[in-house]
């Protein structure tokens, strides 16, 4: 017989990953105002689950930067990101994004090229539009693939940095609300990117990310613009 409390982990987790699955859904379709305060007893009444998954779910989705912790008030929605603050945050992937980059392509072995390869394939077969659910296998892969590569740089303080930014990156599709809209752009950007590693060429794997990077704030502002 297993030790009390063993078997009941399992169970918690799966009820943490649905209510963080949930949240995180509500959360990247705007159904939760910004600075809204956000109840753990009223979720939890509302998914039908204890407190304790909905205070572990919150706590991870606080790692993403959509919710934030006040002393003594709880979890509150995080506040969109203004023109400004997603002007500095580009400027900061744009210092931190081409040197992981660059080092990641002197330092590639073929399993990042695959890997990478691979989470291109998906986001061309990821399904779009304008809701988190329809969009979120995009999300996914367009994540992972800046991920390997912040990874492949082999540097722990590069690591760090890029992490740091990885809640506000998550919360880039917030900013206009529109969902996936430059999809065809970004993958191009993303197999220019892997080309260089396929060339051994971190120089050109720098300037890719670089223009990468200028395209998707280009479009980010532009999407304002056109929809705002």
Known sequence: MAPEGVASRPVRQVLTDHVYDRLLELLMDGRYEPNAALSIDGIARELDVSATPVREAL?????TGLVVRVALRGYRVAPLLSTAELAELMDARLIIE?????????????????ALDRSIDDLRTAPRGHEFAKYRD????????????????????LLMAYNCLGGSVQRFRLFTGLGVTDAEYAINEHTAILAAFRDGSPEKARQAMVNHLHGVKNRGFQDVVDHG
Do not use: K
């Not at 995009?138 to 303080?157: C, P, S, T, V």
């Open 138 to 157: 995009y999300w996914q892969a367009d994540m992972r693939f800046h991920e390997l590569i912040a990874e492949g740089a082999g540097n722990r303080f």
């Open 98 to 114: 081409p040197v992981n980059a660059s080092r990641a392509c002197e330092r590639a072995t073929p399993a990042l090229i695959e």
């Open 59 to 63: 706590a991870r989705l606080e790692v």
